[in-house]
């Protein structure tokens, strides 16, 4: 009991927080929760049915409507036909004052038909024969005499073909009052008034239309009724499966078909379904396949860009960041994504970079340019600023940044204007020196002497042929960086090697410099220009000599190499002998040894440059300092590369390979065009 009492306790009492139970939910909202549990299909069936059940039952009350009325119109224009009928008989009696005769008429008209009175009152209302209601007499020749008066409307005299017509509902039935004034030639008699009982047959007819619109009515009802159990067998099924495969479209799942065997419309719809679910599965896959493609693309594209280039988002994180960016920033090996760029970047380049990146990021503005130095080793960069946007252009989703080494162009630049400034110094120092001899001969011809002549005309003539020596190093050099095919053609490179040295012959004696040729008798023919080989050897030899020192020596050599390739056995399978690596093919080395100063490592970085002249700064020999630019531009062409070893008080070595005949011409050029390139860049084979 006392656990009991307890429970009961606890069902009532307030919950812990001291707040009253809730209220249980009204019929509204139950209602409401009731209507809320059924699937929408349910909803649309119970929806139509029940505006179809309203629809019919408005159409049944108005046809039931239209039959009453048209029973009560015909009711009304029968007695109103009696009434007219009666009075067109009796007004004549009434009028001549025939009671009898008026008696005996309305009650053979009363016996004929469905009439439930007769009334015949005087113009004042006062009721002087009925039927069948009796009378007392009031003389002597025994006339009745009713004592009832009729309330009729004042205007009904006045309106004699129009009857007053009237229903009630009496105990007995429905009854139609007619009330007929009775006028004879202008004078108003009296009023004629009848009571009709309903038309049997129109009653019949009435009840029997009623009855079948009852009917039809409840058929409706039970069509309606019937269809809507066929829709919720026959539709909602379809419709649910229907709406199960259009989520799982909706999911991305392209695989989902509905197998349900229908027929009809339906049918239709769910082979249309089916069809159009395929199409996206097809879609899907080729659009997963293209989309994947153009990824590959674009991140190839990205990876092999000259420049750099880092995607943002839109606080500023890393999203992407390609080889060449990782390789400018030194970045390579590091995780990047989601980091912030201004932590990543050397400290010069994100202080710089840190008021155009944010204003981007604020929306102020779409671009920025911004130029940057770096140190160790000196680069100069490019970094390019793009903001990037939705289609409405308005919310910002990214930065795309671009970073160009514009070191080699900076360079370059430079190295063209020293050039520039080269050649103009160059040009000037001799032309003063000839018009300055010239000017003086001219002016002072008489006052000099002939030897004076004769030593201003060699100076003159001396500075032309260094003038002309200039000019034809410049251009022999720009023909060599104008990007033309030079022609190759097999040929022996040892007759060109000793009509150089016969030229420097009488040279070397002068000096006691003594001459050697280290060559074998026959050398494996080349294939090069003839032209271009003897301009080099004539500098490289012309060099050695002017370096050297009274009694040295300077050696030409010519060799194969490398001397061997080595082969792999044969085997059956194979119809030839072949290299067991990729090793190059045989080249004729050629070399140029001297005895002479010997060139500093210092001055080795440079000794290919335009214009520099290590005799600036270990001795005072003449010359242009074009001449090694240019023996590298020919080399360069034949696809090799000059290179050089030197000491100083101890000589001087250069030396390059030749391609020999077997060689191909075009794979010269690519070499050639390969190699150029490699040395604008500053890079090493």
Excluded at 445 to 454: N, P, R, T
Aim: proline fraction near 5%.
């Amino acid at each position: 009991m006392a656990s009991s009492t307890s429970q009961a306790i606890a069902e009532w009492a307030p919950p812990g927080d001291g707040q009253p139970p809730p209220e249980p939910p009204g019929w509204g909202e139950r209602i409401y929760l009731w209507w809320a549990e059924f699937s929408l299909q349910t909803k649309l069936l119970a929806i139509a049915t029940l505006v179809v059940s309203l629809l019919m039952t408005g159409v049944t009350f108005f046809v039931l409507n239209g039959i009453q009325r048209d029973a009560g119109m015909n009711d009304t224009r029968y007695a109103r036909d009696l009434g007219l009928l009666l009075s067109g008989n009796v007004t004549e009696l009434v009028a001549q004052g025939r009671d009898r005769e008026l008696a005996t008429v309305a009650e053979q008209f009363w016996r004929s038909r469905s009439l439930r009175y007769i009334f015949f009152a005087d113009p004042d209302g006062l009721i002087y024969l009925g039927i069948p209601i009796s009378a007392s007499p009031v003389s002597g020749d025994n006339d009745l005499q009713l004592n009832h008066r009729l309330e009729l409307p004042a205007e009904l005299p006045s309106r004699p073909e129009n009857a007053l017509i009237r229903q009630h509902l009496t105990p007995q039935g429905q009854l139609t009052d007619v009330f007929v004034p009775l006028v004879w030639k202008g004078d108003y008699l009296g009023t004629l008034a009848l009571g009709v009982n309903p038309n049997d047959t129109a009653l019949a007819s009435a009840a029997l239309t009623r009855q079948v619109t009852i009917a039809v009515f409840i058929s409706i009802w039970v069509l309606v009724i019937l269809g809507a159990v066929f829709n919720a067998l026959t539709i909602t099924q379809p419709v649910k499966e229907l709406l199960r495969g259009v989520r799982a479209i909706a999911s991305g799942n392209f695989e989902a078909r509905i197998a349900l065997p229908m027929g009809g419309e339906l049918g239709e719809l769910l082979n249309g379904f089916n069809a159009m679910a395929s199409q996206l599965e097809a879609y899907d896959a080729a659009n997963i396949e293209e989309l994947t493609a153009a990824q590959v693309k674009q991140q190839s594209l990205i990876a092999t860009m000259a420049d750099g280039a880092l995607l943002l988002d839109e606080v500023g994180q890393i999203v992407l960041a390609n080889p060449t960016a990782r390789r400018i920033f030194r970045w390579e090996g590091r995780n990047l994504e989601g980091q912030e760029l201004l932590n990543e970047l050397p400290e010069i380049i994100a202080n710089e970079l840190h008021d155009p990146l944010q204003s981007l990021l604020r929306n102020i503005g779409e671009s920025n340019d911004l130029r940057c130095s770096l140190e160790e080793p000196s680069r100069t960069l490019r970094i390019v600023l793009q903001s990037v946007r939705d289609q409405s252009g308005e919310t910002l989703k990214g930065i795309a940044i671009t970073v160009q080494d514009l070191t080699r162009e900076v360079e370059l630049n430079a190295a063209q204007s020293r050039f520039i400034s080269n050649v103009s110094h160059e040009l000037r120092t001799p032309l003063f020196n000839i018009k300055s001899y010239v000017e003086t001969l001219h002016d002072l011809g008489d006052q000099l002497s002939e030897e004076e002549k004769k030593e201003f005309l060699g100076i003159a003539n001396s500075e032309t042929d260094r003038l002309a020596r200039l000019v034809n190093d410049v251009l022999d050099l720009s023909r060599l960086e104008s990007g033309r095919t030079v022609q190759f053609e097999p040929m022996d490179l040892r007759p060109a090697i000793e009509q150089t040295l016969r030229n420097y012959r009488l040279n070397a004696d002068d000096k006691q410099i003594h001459i050697e040729l280290n060559t074998d008798d026959e050398l494996p023919t080349i294939l090069g220009n003839w032209d271009l080989l003897l301009q080099v050897l004539d500098n490289l030899v012309g060099n050695g000599l002017k370096f050297s020192r009274a009694g040295g020596s300077l050696m030409v050599r010519a060799y194969t190499w490398p001397d061997s390739c080595k082969m792999s056995p044969i085997e059956s399978s194979k119809s030839a002998p072949h290299c067991e690596f990729f090793s190059p093919l045989p080249k004729l080395r050629v070399e140029v040894a001297d005895t002479g100063h010997g060139i500093n490592q210092d001055d080795q970085q440079h000794i290919f440059d335009r214009f520099y002249r290590v005799e600036n700064a270990v001795h005072t020999e003449a010359g242009t300092g074009l001449g090694l630019s240019i023996v590298r531009g020919i080399i360069e062409k034949h696809g090799g590369q000059i290179r050089m070893a030197s000491e100083v008080e101890l000589g001087t070595t250069f030396w390059f390979d030749l391609p020999l005949e077997q060689t191909d011409a075009d794979e010269l050029i690519v070499q050639s065009v390969r190699t150029t390139r490699q040395q604008e860049q500053g890079l090493e084979l």
